[in-house]
């Protein structure tokens, strides 16, 4: 891979690649007028945790000791213009510092350099997109492989309840007296029907 200085790196890592991404357009946001405060970009996920759907965050000059605003992209991502897509966004954050979360403030520098769509989520726009290609052609191939969350399926009991057959009554029952059996419905004067994972609640 050839980095945008023209400097050779034979085996790029993900933080170099996205280190050479910034500079690569830094170039398009010099063209709209816009100058890039100094950043630090890495590959993790946000601070709202592994479940979290934010592909990208940025976080404040305040928050870190070296006053630098802190970037990180999510490694969900493998698509390389889809990283671009959202380190720009990013980027667009560190410009604002983050004060303006995606308000009218943000929505002027995200348009300046192309994205377009909501600001919460913004692609590139037909103008930006054959940029973000030549940086891409520049950097080369983003070397990181998709991490995929395993998705837990878990399945929900129902909760043990009582309801009479007839009046249609119905308690949530307690733990610790499943064990006596349904109660009786205090209208009807009948055993209720037990409804739920009694087994299960109660074992």
Request: charged share 25%.
């Amino acid at each position: 891979m050839v980095d945008v200085n023209n400097r050779v790196s034979v085996n790029p890592n993900r933080e170099y690649w996205l280190e050479m991404a910034v500079k690569g357009l830094s170039g398009i946001f010099k063209g709209a007028g816009l100058k890039l405060p100094s950043v630090k970009v890495s590959c993790g996920f946000a601070s709202s945790g592994l479940r979290s759907k934010h592909i990208g965050e940025c976080w404040t000059r305040l928050s870190n000791a070296d006053g630098i605003n802190q970037i990180y992209i999510s490694p969900t991502l493998d698509d390389p213009i889809f990283v671009l897509e959202t380190l720009t966004h990013e980027l667009c954050h560190a410009i604002d510092d983050c004060q303006h979360k995606h308000g009218r403030e943000f929505r002027v520098i995200a348009e300046a350099v192309g994205l377009e769509g909501p600001m919460r989520s913004t692609n590139a726009g037909p103008g930006l997109r054959p940029l973000l290609k030549s940086v891409l052609a520049q950097i080369g191939p983003y070397p990181h492989a998709k991490l995929v969350k395993e998705e837990k399926n878990v399945k929900a009991s129902v909760r043990p309840k009582a309801k009479c057959k007839i009046c249609g009554f119905e308690v949530t029952m307690i733990k610790k007296y499943l064990s006596f059996g349904p109660p009786i419905c205090p209208k009807d004067n009948l055993k209720m029907e037990a409804i739920g994972d009694w087994k299960i609640s109660g074992g």
